[in-house]
């Protein structure tokens, strides 16, 4: 490296996005991803020990992919290479794969290299690396937004081992935030800025998991900031609005607001309002709401007030709740919107709601006992003790169904159910009314 190549770097170090010089130097400076990067968990261990051997690294953006993988650099005895599969073609990798063998002949020197959008390479450009990776001419780092067991191919990732990064959590964000802005080395420190709690707040929960984007939101506002009269830049929770171009909304997930627009939410599916249900969905997700947590509330509301009316209800709802776990935001508010508008257009009853109350009500108040010939037969002496003496057999009759009381003697005119004349309930109304009548 000559004086000028010396000077283009440290220029650019010293101007480079905040989200760049900020980031973490050593394992103990990241936050979050503890799941894999707790001091008991393999990966630590193994970039502690610099025992490393090729992985992936698979998540969204700003969770700190690249940020490992830095890391690792800065702490590993072995020749350390990063390209972009974005802009890398094959004469780059045997460049690459050429001085790895050289470093390992001549010196014994592992070579580690980090693709940056692994799944951009084409199955040519990763069956090219393949045999390099097999025979440890190089350690792979592969980084991906996208699923590694669709994009990358089968050979490569048999001899890797996958890392799933999660979006980071709320605290995580701020952390990183605080210390963006007193961290005078590398950070805004040096500006003076006053940061609103309130405004830390909303760009951690804006981000929405993305370090990245929280962090260039804080030095656009820092850098567009002018200062107030006591010398200081105030970084309120308007200019944070601006600088994440998300507008503030009144949405506290801890809060009565929280509490005011979810039950909005599932009274307008209750109400068949779709219009009303997909809006107050809008709302939650702007602001940063679970997906799992709607999911819950819609499967709740499919069962509550849909019921029998219509039981495919709740076979949507499920199937969208293990859907958004499996997809993410933010494909996920495309299955929330599916599955709300279906439970709110549905026909509505809430006669297996109304059931099991009632039902509950009678076991916490009135004592009842099982009728004998109802009571388990499957053990020898049974009969001796009178069990099951008596049962019928319901397919033994004609529609399948007998006149037998099945209710305990205590409560045996109660009723429960009783079915609603919406949607698939007219069906079971009338078909428990013409076998009882046909009995």
């Known amino acids: 490296m000559d004086l000028f190549d010396y000077m283009r770097e440290t220029k650019m170090e010293s101007e480079a996005p905040l989200a760049s010089r900020i980031r973490p130097r050593t394992l103990d400076e990241i936050v979050g991803q503890q799941h894999i990067l707790a001091k ?40 350390f290479t990063q390209i972009n599969a974005t802009v890398a073609g094959k004469k780059d990798m045997e460049e690459v794969v050429a001085e790895a063998k050289q ?19 084409n199955k040519g450009q990763q069956d090219y690396l393949l045999p390099f990776v097999e025979d440890g001419t190089v350690v792979l780092i592969g980084a991906t937004t996208e699923n590694p067991y669709f994009e990358v191919n089968g050979a490569l990732l048999s001899r890797s081992k996958v890392f799933e990064l999660k979006p980071l959590e709320k605290e995580d964000i701020k952390k990183l935030i605080l210390r963006a802005v007193t961290d005078s080395e590398r950070g805004m420190g040096a500006y003076d800025v006053c940061m609103d709690e309130e405004a830390a707040d909303f760009l951690a929960e804006a981000a929405d998991g993305d370090a ?7 030095e656009l506002g820092v850098l567009t900031t002018e200062r107030s009269a006591d010398g200081k830049i105030h970084f309120t929770i308007g200019v944070a609005s601006e600088c994440i171009q998300k507008r503030v909304i009144r949405y506290d997930k801890a809060g009565d607001n929280h509490y005011d627009t979810i039950s909005a939410f599932i009274k307008s599916m209750r109400g068949s309002d779709p219009d009303a249900a997909v809006y107050y969905l809008a709302r939650m997700l702007y602001a940063g709401e679970s997906v799992t947590f709607i999911a819950r509330r819609i499967m709740i509301c499919a069962s509550e007030d849909v019921g029998n009316a219509d039981p495919q209800a709740l076979q949507v709802a499920v199937a969208a709740a293990q859907a958004v776990e499996r997809v993410g935001m933010p494909e996920s508010q495309l299955i929330l919107s599916q599955a709300a508008i279906y439970v709110a257009c549905a026909p ?73 004349d919406n949607g698939y309930e007219q069906t079971i109304k009338a078909h428990m009314k013409r076998i009882k009548d046909e009995a």
């Open 103 to 121: 470093r390992m002949g001549m010196y014994g020197k592992r070579t580690i290299l980090f693709v940056d959008e692994i799944h951009r390479f």
């Open 212 to 218: 990245r984007s929280a962090l260039n939101a804080v």
């Open 348 to 420: 509505k009853s809430n006669a297996a709601t109304n059931a099991i109350f009632s039902a509950m009500e009678s076991v916490k108040n009135k004592k009842a006992s099982v009728p004998p010939y109802l009571q388990d037969a499957h053990y020898g002496g049974a009969g001796k003790l009178g069990r099951g003496i008596g049962y019928e057999y319901a397919h033994d009759f004609p529609k399948h169904f007998s006149r037998q009381q099945y209710l305990p003697d205590e409560i045996k005119d109660a009723v429960f159910y009783e079915a609603s």
């Open 40 to 79: 008991d968990k393999l990966l630590y261990r193994a970039i502690k020990a610099d025992k490393l051997s090729s992985v992936i690294f698979y998540g969204p953006p700003g969770t700190g992919k690249t940020t490992i993988a830095k890391v690792i650099a800065g702490t590993t005895s072995a020749a």
